[in-house]
Nanobody, 119 residues
């Protein structure tokens, strides 16, 4: 089992920055993929960014060049640094972890944190 707790969401003006955190209940060395997704009524759920235990990162087209995903293994935490925020970044952001067990991959989700970009 993996529990994920997100924090760092809030209200920010266009052009501003926020950093989201996702704290895992176990060592992220045992988690193959950690990712951030977001969901809004207009766009549904979309991948924002992901990082693998091997260090590979991937970003959604809408956030490339503005968002950065990173992991701190000592703190079992993954971060999402969001810069140059736009109103269309408004969504609930969810942390996701994929851990491979003997029976295959298992997905875990956090409870979500609201990000609102508005003047």
């Amino acid at each position: 089992q993996v529990q994920l707790v997100e924090s760092g969401g809030g209200l920010v003006q266009p052009g501003g920055s926020l950093r989201l955190s996702c704290a895992a209940s176990r060592s992220i060395f045992t988690i193959t993929v950690m990712a951030w997704y977001r969901q809004s009524p207009e766009k549904g759920r979309e991948l924002v960014a992901s990082t693998t235990s091997g260090g590979t990162t991937n970003y959604g087209e809408a956030v490339k060049g503005r968002f950065t995903i990173s992991r701190d293994s000592a703190k079992n935490t993954v971060y999402l640094q969001m810069n140059s925020l736009k109103p269309e970044d408004t969504a609930v952001y969810y942390c996701n972890a994929i851990r491979y067990s003997s029976s295959g991959p298992v997905n875990y989700w956090g409870q979500g944190t609201q990000v609102t970009v508005s003047s």
